[in-house]
């Protein structure tokens, strides 16, 4: 996913919501229904039209049990969600309740623009070290939506037509991983051994085998030597032959998950969140299986975490929140809820629900939910990037392209993401 430059559009949104604000809009972000007893909310939310779908459903359950309460759904693709809540939170009409990715928590928390929700929803049953998550400054700005990990996702036919097996993920290293690619690129049939990208995630897990952290506190804590084994990495992925030139690899990368090589059968591994093996598996037609993700040389740590798909996280100028709350709880706490929407916003991590659910889930995510059990003790724990986060993405992308493109050397190249990066925390 591609947050992109999303501080910019803050200005841009402020200038927006002046206008806004002069043709009539004044912060009311539900007011009453036609029915005059009911009230209405609103709710943000990005995503495919698969789950624009399942979210209208779990919305008419909502109001089934809850009747004197109309939930208006507000649903816009990843590429546009952002810059369309700023506008709206800038110009006081944000949406009672909306979606917040952990990268842009700390952004609007610090703006005000979200409440606390500490001791507003039951939390109880979900889990602890997730929860914690959701907080700034120990309050509880944002609840967890279900959770998923950064992770190595293969194509067990595709390796064994390649006369290779699956790696044991309990000992692989970097290199044997590229080996292991080199091999398959090489077996004759035209199938690429690995795709890779610039997901921040997998930089921060390489920077935690190296014993970094990859923000720490409202720096950037990853050394210009482990930037540069890491775009080493891509660099002899490159050279091997055992994935796409880099001008490939960023357009496969701007096409999305169903349209990589492993979607379509021309791959055997790549990098993706647990939570996307059900679409990645749909798209290809094929079983794939999920993975550990190598590690760096003489590492103890995996440096794999376990984080929130999302977040639900209210307006601190909402009229009804209440209501906001109320609907927030029925999504994370009640199994009808979970019943409808499954694992497309993570797993669930309400233990209770979770057990009611649990043989509900389509096959695929019944292997998620093996694998995240199997590996939830190897996980770091995670917690809310600074300010400035929500332009890492954009930020470590350009930089890792114009190594790969040979437009600059990787010295300058990590200096350079170092200088921006730090800018972009400092604000």
């Given at each position: 996913?591609?947050?992109?430059?999303?501080?910019?559009?803050?200005?841009?949104?402020?200038?927006?919501?002046?206008?806004?604000?002069?043709?009539?809009?004044?912060?009311?972000?539900?007011?009453?229904?036609?029915?005059?007893?009911?009230?209405?909310?609103?709710?943000?939310?990005?995503?495919?039209?698969?789950?624009?779908?399942?979210?209208?459903?779990?919305?008419?359950?909502?109001?089934?049990?809850?009747?004197?309460?109309?939930?208006?759904?507000?649903?816009?693709?990843?590429?546009?969600?952002?810059?369309?809540?700023?506008?709206?939170?800038?110009?006081?009409?944000?949406?009672?309740?909306?979606?917040?990715?952990?990268?842009?928590?700390?952004?609007?928390?610090?703006?005000?623009?979200?409440?606390?929700?500490?001791?507003?929803?039951?939390?109880?049953?979900?889990?602890?070290?997730?929860?914690?998550?959701?907080?700034?400054?120990?309050?509880?700005?944002?609840?967890?939506?279900?959770v998923n990990t950064f992770s190595m996702v293969a194509n067990p036919s595709v390796l064994e037509k390649a006369k290779q097996k699956v790696p044991d993920d309990k000992s692989w290293t970097w290199p044997q991983w590229i080996e292991l690619a080199k091999q398959i690129s090489a077996s004759g049939?035209?199938?690429?051994?690995?795709?890779?990208?610039?997901?921040?995630?997998?930089?921060?897990?390489?920077?935690?085998?190296?014993?970094?952290?990859?923000?720490?506190?409202a720096k950037i804590g990853v050394s210009p030597g482990t930037l540069k084994e890491w775009w080493a990495i891509h660099q002899q992925l490159i050279q091997a032959k055992a994935a796409p030139e880099a001008a490939k690899s960023s357009e496969l990368l701007t096409a999305g998950p169903e349209q990589?090589?492993?979607?379509?059968?021309?791959?055997?591994?790549?990098?993706?969140?647990?939570?996307?093996?059900?679409?990645?598996?749909?798209?290809?037609?094929?079983?794939?299986?999920?993975?550990?993700?190598?590690?760096?040389?003489?590492?103890?740590?995996?440096?794999?975490?376990?984080?929130?798909?999302?977040?639900?996280?209210?307006?601190?100028?909402?009229?009804?929140?209440?209501?906001?709350?109320?609907?927030?709880?029925?999504?994370?706490?009640?199994?009808?809820?979970?019943?409808?929407?499954?694992?497309?916003?993570?797993?669930?991590?309400?233990?209770?629900?979770?057990?009611?659910?649990?043989?509900?889930?389509?096959?695929?995510?019944?292997?998620?939910?093996?694998?995240?059990?199997?590996?939830?003790?190897?996980?770091?724990?995670?917690?809310?990037?600074?300010?400035?986060?929500?332009?890492?993405?954009?930020?470590?992308?350009?930089?890792?392209?114009?190594?790969?493109?040979?437009?600059?050397?990787?010295?300058?190249?990590?200096?350079?993401?170092?200088?921006?990066?730090?800018?972009?925390?400092?604000?």
């Amino acid at each position: 996913m591609n947050l992109g430059s999303r501080n910019k559009k803050w200005t841009m949104a402020a200038a927006t919501a002046a206008v806004v604000l002069a043709a009539g809009a004044c912060g009311d972000s539900g007011g009453e229904g036609g029915g005059g007893d009911k009230v209405s909310i609103t709710f943000a939310y990005w995503g495919s039209d698969a789950r624009q779908k399942l979210t209208e459903e779990v919305i008419k359950k909502f109001e089934q049990k809850n009747p004197t309460i109309d939930v208006e759904g507000d649903f816009s693709n990843w590429d546009s969600y952002y810059e369309k809540l700023a506008t709206k939170v800038a110009a006081n009409d944000a949406p009672d309740v909306m979606s917040i990715e952990i990268r842009g928590l700390a952004e609007y928390a610090g703006r005000g623009a979200l409440a606390d929700l500490s001791g507003k929803v039951t939390t109880g049953d979900l889990d602890q070290q997730v929860l914690t998550s959701g907080q700034i400054e120990g309050k509880q700005y944002a609840i967890p939506t279900g959770v998923n990990t950064f992770s190595m996702v293969a194509n067990p036919s595709v390796l064994e037509k390649a006369k290779q097996k699956v790696p044991d993920d309990k000992s692989w290293t970097w290199p044997q991983w590229i080996e292991l690619a080199k091999q398959i690129s090489a077996s004759g049939d035209g199938t690429t051994g690995a795709e890779y990208n610039y997901n921040p995630a997998w930089l921060q897990i390489f920077a935690a085998q190296k014993g970094e952290k990859f923000y720490d506190g409202a720096k950037i804590g990853v050394s210009p030597g482990t930037l540069k084994e890491w775009w080493a990495i891509h660099q002899q992925l490159i050279q091997a032959k055992a994935a796409p030139e880099a001008a490939k690899s960023s357009e496969l990368l701007t096409a999305g998950p169903e349209q990589s090589l492993l979607a379509t059968n021309a791959g055997a591994m790549g990098m993706w969140w647990s939570n996307q093996l059900n679409a990645l598996s749909k798209a290809s037609g094929q079983e794939l299986t999920l993975l550990r993700m190598p590690k760096a040389e003489g590492a103890s740590a995996s440096g794999m975490f376990l984080q929130p798909a999302m977040f639900y996280t209210a307006s601190a100028k909402s009229e009804h929140a209440a209501e906001a709350q109320k609907f927030i709880d029925f999504l994370v706490n009640d199994p009808d809820a979970a019943s409808i929407l499954l694992s497309d916003r993570g797993l669930p991590t309400n233990s209770k629900v979770l057990a009611v659910v649990k043989d509900k889930l389509p096959a695929v995510d019944q292997k998620t939910l093996v694998f995240i059990d199997e590996v939830k003790g190897e996980l770091s724990p995670i917690e809310a990037p600074p300010k400035g986060a929500m332009q890492m993405e954009d930020i470590l992308k350009r930089n890792t392209e114009e190594v790969l493109f040979g437009k600059t050397t990787p010295d300058a190249g990590a200096q350079k993401f170092l200088t921006e990066a730090n800018a972009a925390l400092a604000g």
